[in-house]
């Protein structure tokens, strides 16, 4: 199994999201809809309904989490929910198939159009023996594809074998022996996939199927993979397979559809209104775009499906704000109201509402996904172009730059000078995140002694936001380096860092020794600290006698692309941001040169996850 098991979300914004913050529920449920998505497509197939189901299981995450004890289970609990789901929606298809007898079930029957497996081989770019693996999942029994959905969720890394056991119902053992029995029956189903697109193929195959309708069933896998056993010349075109575990392993999650996204918008609500109780018309606001073509709102499911009781809090704007006196980034987040909704009696299932048509509203590909941002012509749009989930401006403020609907600002302390009053209480309102001094190592940045910093850090742990460490420009895992004179500094004086901030710039070129470079140093990172890491800065730019020397528009590009993957494959970096948003002559790393014109690193970014 790979290691690479990922926190879908930390605990911090669970407990957040728990406690009615807005903008932590919008990066929960967009954290969670991939896995989801994974889950319940995999168990039915690519069947219509996986949007449907998929939306039900988010209605009930939304719905419930106030409920939810303990924030680092999350993810067990996501799943076995998603289980749930999927098991209420095979009873309900079987008790329909019962009423229906004789008549043509055709809801039984998976879509062609959304075949998992082959969205699996298109989407990711599967090859050769990953793409016959993927085929070969067509060919299990049906009551194996619920758990089939979970192990290939171990295998790629984003479960653990407990979660799979617990969300199964299955002990570790029994759990263990349906796996191994689900694996042979893949690996039998692989030698006929291959026998099957062989060419020239085998005569004695050929007059076998010939009575075969072309669709994959548990009856013809045996019959077809007895065959394959039998034949010498079908036998020899399995032998070099290469083990399931090691072809699965480091898989990343199929991409959502095009249209599948969620969003939460947040209401509109005049700043001089009083707090509100009562059911709001959009209390949760989640639009799921279904391959049929409709938006539906899960806001309206919600509130119809149960009835919410919700208290609007507004949160004020400090009047004592004015402009921060830093470098050209500082700005400061809008003021953001919070919606503690807490579920009462839930109506019948059966009755199912009329949905409006939600707003369209520009998609955040990756809630993981930043970048830092500098104002310019056109930032606002730049920043919603780049579909960037968070940014920061080295400040507490962003002025001049919205942040789009779906993303999150996160405020920063970047020197001694900012530890002040007013930094401090917009820091607070702008949370849950805060991010430590900028690069004090250096005398151009925050430039401030380990003694200095630790002395100060008080101050930061007393807005109870999640608090990174210093972002160091570099030596974050060398002994008695400025971060791990601070950490230590922190541990004996019994300081809060929840997370490591960390920067860096790569003056190799070369995509893949660049890659491995940036890998090893995180690696190096996460093992002298064991915390989760955020990735604040990041480029390509070799520094050779105060200038500043860019690769090429194609080589910085290649390079974002392949580190975004390597960094989706280490559970521990929780977010990264990209140096920067502005493309200019001496911003020669930068995404957009203006409000629309993406460079081909800002091309690069949006694909990016």
Known sequence: MSSAVRAVPDPGLVVAARQGDRRALDEVVAASLPLVYNIVGRALRGHADVDDVVQETLVRVIRHLPTLNDPTAYRS?????????????????RAAHNRDAGLDAVDNVPDPASDFAGLTILRLGLTDQRREVAEATRWLDPDDQELLSLWWLEETGELTRTEVAEAASLSPGHAAVRIHRIKEQIQGARGVVRALHARPGCPDLHTLTAEWDGRPSPLWRKRLARHVRDCAFCGRLGAAFLPIDRLLAGMSLLPLPPGLSAHIPHPAVPPAAPPAVGPPS??????????????????????????????????????????QAAPSWAGAPPAAPTVVAAPTRAPSPSVRPSLPKAPVVPAVSSARKG???????GVSQALVNSKAGWYYTWGTQHPGVSTPRGATFVPMIRSAENVNAADLARARAAGPYLLGFNEPDLPEQANMTVDQALDLWPQLMATGNKLSSPAVAWGGADPEGWLDRFMAGAEARGHRVDFIALHWYGADFTTAAAVNQLRQYLQAVYQRYKKPIWLTEFALIRYDGGRQIFPGQGQQAAFLTAATAMLGQLPYVQRYAWFGLSASDKDKSGLFSDGTSATAIGRAFQAAR
């Open 77 to 93: 609990w996501l799943v076995a929910i998603s289980i749930r789901q999927v098991r209420d929606w095979e009873q309900r298809r």
């Open 282 to 323: 959009t209390a949760v606001d989640l639009a799921v775009y279904t391959r049929r073509g409709l938006m539906l709102s899960l806001a309206a499911t919600v509130v119809a499906a149960a009835v919410i009781t919700a208290v609007v809090v507004l949160r004020p704007a400090d009047p004592g704000a004015a402009p």
């Open 371 to 377: 970048v830092g941002v500098w104002n310019f012509a």
